[in-house]
């Protein structure tokens, strides 16, 4: 059997040419030639019926014929190319034993064999040297997601604990999502003798760089002499202002990214029924016990920013509160974030809106919050890093 096959392998791989011209020269040739022979030897009748006899079984073996040629001329190397690429699709890039030796004539279907062996052979390296960088990537990916976990827990320890707010309001919310599980979104809150300062911060940048900001942002507020600021939260984002510039050596000539920090900067007067709003590029919503709901505009300015000069002044707005004013402090990550089918902000409408409904708790208002947000974003990308802060004075 295998002398067999070695033999049809023989046939099946020779030359196309080569195969066409042994079938033209028996037909041609060798056909006429017998009948010749055989026909000097016959009479007239047995030479018709040796042609008769010859046209029958010709008839009769045309179509198996025609099938073994097919097969030896061209359909068992095409059958054999064809199974081997189904052998590269599923992976296997060395389908010969040894390489075909290379082709001495013009012959198409050699040429394509011998090309097949070396397309699989630099398929399967580039497939090896490809598995090798994903596998390097993968490990990369591993470590940056580690290393994103390990900064998310420095960060969430640094800041105060979400709980903090207890022994200042009589109820809130907190909802705190970094777009990179860390970010430039922090909180931060301070006691003094009358009262007590919170913020809600968004600081340049997203992911560990927005992180090491809200740390350094932070750093800088706990030095400030706090004390000396009651009643006057603008003050603070003008001591800010110049903190930044200079932990930054903004003053230098050397080129430096536009660094510093949105802010809403509250203070509240534990001696008087008022609170004191200053704010750098965000706003404050306060709810009054009817219902009715004002917003507070901040000053169109970053703290620490490039374009904000060192001496820059903010402005104090003094609101008056009663017992069950609630407020909301926000960055720009809600509003700013585009969703639904005409792609575009959430808005400040659409966050009046919301909290202008009665719900049974802070923490229910929180969830619904979340859920509308993300019904909102839908499929489109986050954008910003998420912090919202509901409380009842």
Same mark, same amino acid.
């Given at each position: ?5 070695? $033999?049809?392998?023989? $046939?099946?791989?020779?030359? !196309? ?10 037909? &041609?040739?060798? &056909?006429?030639?017998?009948?010749? =022979? ?6 007239? $009748? ?51 034993? /040894? ?23 630099? &398929? ?11 596998? #390097? ?16 827990? !420095? ?18 919310? *907190? ?20 009262? %007590? ?5 968004? +600081? ?16 800088? *507020? ?14 603070? *984002? ?6 930044? #510039? ?16 949105? +802010? ?20 404050? %919503? ?16 970053? =703290? ?14 003094? !609101? ?6 609630? $407020? ?12 639904? /089918? @005409? ?5 400040? #409408? ?30 489109? #990308?986050? @954008? ?10």
């Amino acid at each position: 059997m295998t002398v067999l096959r070695k $033999i049809v392998d023989t $046939i099946a791989w020779s030359t !196309i040419s080569g195969k066409m011209t042994s079938l033209l020269l028996l037909l &041609i040739v060798g &056909i006429p030639l017998c009948i010749l =022979v055989t026909g000097e030897e016959l009479g007239r $009748i047995e030479l018709y019926n040796t042609l008769g006899a010859w046209a029958i079984l010709g008839l009769i073996a045309t179509w198996p014929l025609s099938r073994v040629l097919s097969y030896l001329i061209a359909l068992r190397p095409i059958q054999e190319l064809n199974g081997l690429c189904v052998g590269m699709q599923n992976g296997n890039f060395t389908p010969f034993e /040894e390489c075909p030796p290379e082709p001495s004539n013009q012959d198409e279907l050699q040429k394509l064999r011998h090309n097949l062996f070396w397309m699989g052979h630099v &398929i399967g390296r580039r497939q090896c040297e490809l598995q090798t960088t994903t596998n #390097k990537l993968e490990e990369a990916q591993r470590q940056n997601r580690s290393s994103l976990d390990y900064a998310e827990v !420095i960060q969430k320890a640094f800041l105060p604990p979400a709980d903090g707010f207890t022994d200042l309001f009589s109820d809130f919310f *907190l909802l705190w999502e970094q777009r990179d599980g860390v970010g430039g979104d922090a909180y931060w809150r301070k006691e003094t003798a009358n009262g %007590f300062f919170v913020a809600i911060i968004d +600081c340049t940048g997203h992911g560990v760089p927005g992180a090491f900001m809200t740390l350094i942002v932070h750093s800088l *507020l706990d030095g400030i002499d706090i004390q000396a600021y009651e009643k006057n939260p603008a003050g603070v *984002l003008s001591a800010m202002n110049v903190a930044i #510039k200079k932990a930054f050596h903004s003053d230098t000539k050397n080129e430096r990214p536009d660094d510093g920090m949105d +802010c809403t900067l509250l203070y509240v007067d534990n001696k008087r029924n008022s609170m004191f709003f200053a704010g750098a590029r965000n706003y404050l %919503f306060v709810r009054r016990p009817d219902g009715s709901i004002e917003d507070y505009k901040g000053d169109r300015k970053g =703290v620490g920013n490039e374009h904000t000069p060192t001496d820059a002044v903010f402005t104090n707005h003094e !609101i008056e509160i009663e017992t069950g004013t609630r $407020i909301y402090m926000l960055t720009d990550g809600l509003i700013d974030q585009i969703g639904e /089918e @005409r792609r575009l902000p959430f808005g400040r #409408k659409l966050f009046r809106n919301f909290i202008a409904q009665d719900y049974t708790s802070f923490e229910e208002q929180r969830e619904q919050l979340r859920l509308l947000f993300i019904r909102y974003q839908g499929t489109e #990308k986050r @954008r910003d890093d998420l912090l919202v802060l509901g409380a009842e004075l």
